[in-house]
């Protein structure tokens, strides 16, 4: 079917930077919104940043001039680029894509297992 596969988590210092890559492939037809979920412990999962097909983005206030979401549609990957980070960005990322399938009709919600970003002294 279809795989999100992320990487680029890991343990930064505060003030750090982080690049997260998200990769979408198997029986896709094209891919729609893309976006970044983050779910910390104790905490439901809240949306991050999100980028159209088009390339218009949104982001939650919290990543705002910090955070940068942005793709490549011939590779059907993502990113996010997050810079200033601090403890409380401490989370697990999730990738998560609108995508049509072959031989469907209609968009369908996929995710990626998760990344670890830890951000710490």
């Known amino acids: 079917q279809v795989q999100l596969v992320e990487s680029g988590g890991g343990l930064v210092q505060p003030g750090g930077s982080l690049r997260l890559s998200c990769a979408a492939s198997?029986?896709?037809?094209?891919?729609?919104?893309m976006a970044w979920y983050r779910q910390a412990p104790g905490n439901q999962r809240e949306l991050v940043a999100r980028i159209t097909r088009g390339g218009i983005t949104s982001y939650v206030d919290a990543a705002k001039g910090r955070f940068t979401i942005s793709r490549d549609n011939a590779k059907n990957t993502v990113y996010l680029q997050m810079n200033s980070l601090k403890p409380e960005d401490t989370a697990v990322y999730y990738c998560?894509?609108?995508?049509?399938?072959?031989?469907?009709?209609?968009?369908?919600?996929?995710w990626g297992q998760g990344t670890q970003v830890t951000v710490s002294s």
């Open positions: 198997g029986s896709i037809f094209s891919v729609d919104v």
């Open positions: 998560n894509g609108a995508i049509l399938t072959v031989g469907s009709s209609y968009l369908q919600a996929f």
